[in-house]
């Protein structure tokens, strides 16, 4: 179990320092983090995320009537 941790941990390291690399100069003061109007768009889908995850049933309730409707 520790393995998969660290395995983990590593990947995601190296994904970082690869794709993402040192932070420029020019951009230190002009990023910033999320602001409210974003966050009022994206916590609908955390909720959303969060729910379908805790309890899919209702979910897939909805996909096999329409699954079963096609065929």
Known sequence: MIG???TGAYILK???LV????LNTRWEGHL????AR???VMAPLMVLMLLIG???AWILDIINRA????F
Do not use: C, Q, S, Y
């Not at 910033?32 to 602001?35: A, F, R, S, V, Y």
């Not at 699954?67 to 096609?70: C, K, R």
């Open 19 to 22: 794709l993402h690399g040192p």
């Open 14 to 16: 190296a994904l970082k």
């Open 54 to 56: 805790v309890w899919p």
């Open 32 to 35: 910033t983090d999320i602001n």
């Open 67 to 70: 699954v079963a409707f096609l």
């Open 38 to 40: 974003e966050m009022i």
């Open 4 to 6: 998969l941790f660290f």
